[in-house]
């Protein structure tokens, strides 16, 4: 799954809409969001991790990074 996928399931689980979420990024970053931008930055993999925690804070969740110490050679 893609992060495309998991904003759109995490909008539904909170019945909010894109355009809604824009806004309320726009008002708690100072910085302009249109439906229209959020879903290119998503479609194109564009989106910086700053902005995914915004929206994680807007929606209710947590990003969690889980380091695998194998794959690190640990």
Do not use: N, P
Request: some cysteine.
């Amino acid at each position: 799954m893609d992060i495309r996928d998991e904003v759109k399931i995490m909008l539904t689980s909170k019945r909010m809409s894109m355009t809604e979420l824009a806004r309320q990024m726009t008002e708690l970053s100072g910085k302009h969001y249109s439906q229209s931008l959020i879903s290119h930055k998503l479609k194109s993999e564009s989106l910086r991790y700053s902005e995914m925690k915004l929206i994680c804070k807007i929606l209710g969740y947590r990003i969690y990074i889980d380091f695998d110490e194998i794959r690190l050679g640990r």
